[in-house]
């Protein structure tokens, strides 16, 4: 079946945007335990490119529909995961890429949204925290879109929530969402 588009970020409230992320309906990956199976002869690049067999997978529609059944396993690899088999992947960084950004409000009441290069909304909060990584070419900025799974955060987007910043009671330089504190430094 395929996957239905995503809407427009632009024409959606934070509430709509929380809604339509809630309503979302992804298959339980974290219960599925089949035995490994094979290679899945898949990998997404750093720049969120899925490839099989060293060709890019084209229809965005394909890589939303595997990127349902995509896991991080708890010694770090990612798999594609159904009731039945195991296949391994690739993953060069964050199987994901948070492309745009709508924010509404502002200090503590704010709330960010985040659109995802597979057309997945995520609101940052709590259960979706934004980190930094410290990296051999500077900081690298995540946002946790499900399970273990995080979304590198893009150049031009993370240079929006520089924007945003704002001094906490402690001194740190941060982003609020959903009643959370992101510093915006690697930690």
């Known amino acids: 079946m395929p996957m239905p588009p995503p809407p427009e970020l ?3 409230s934070l509430a709509e945007i929380a809604r339509w992320s809630a309503d979302s309906k992804l298959p339980p990956v974290d219960s599925w335990n089949p035995d490994h199976c094979c290679d899945s002869e898949m990998r ?3 720049d969120g490119t899925w ?3 060293g060709s890019p997978i084209t229809r965005p529609e394909m890589v939303r529909l595997f990127a349902t059944v995509l896991r991080r396993e708890a010694d770090g690899s990612h798999v ?10 690739v993953v060069e960084d964050a199987p994901f890429v948070a492309v745009e950004l709508k924010a509404e409000g502002d200090g503590a009441d704010a709330q960010l949204a985040f659109r995802i290069n597979t057309g997945d909304l ?3 909060g709590p259960d979706r925290p934004l980190h930094l ?19 590198l955060i893009a150049r031009p987007v993370f240079y929006e929530l520089v924007e945003r910043a ?3 009671p402690d001194g740190r330089t941060g982003v609020w969402s959903d009643g959370a504190f992101f510093a915006l430094e690697a930690g």
């Open 133 to 151: 990584i410290d990296a051999t070419d500077g900081p690298r900025p995540y946002l946790r879109v499900r399970g273990q799974l995080d979304a």
């Open 80 to 89: 594609l995961v159904t009731p039945v088999e195991k296949l391994a992947i």
């Open 10 to 12: 632009s024409a959606l």
């Open 166 to 168: 704002v001094t906490s």
């Open 51 to 53: 490839f099989h067999q």
């Open 44 to 46: 997404i690049a750093r």
């Open 122 to 124: 995520v609101v940052a």
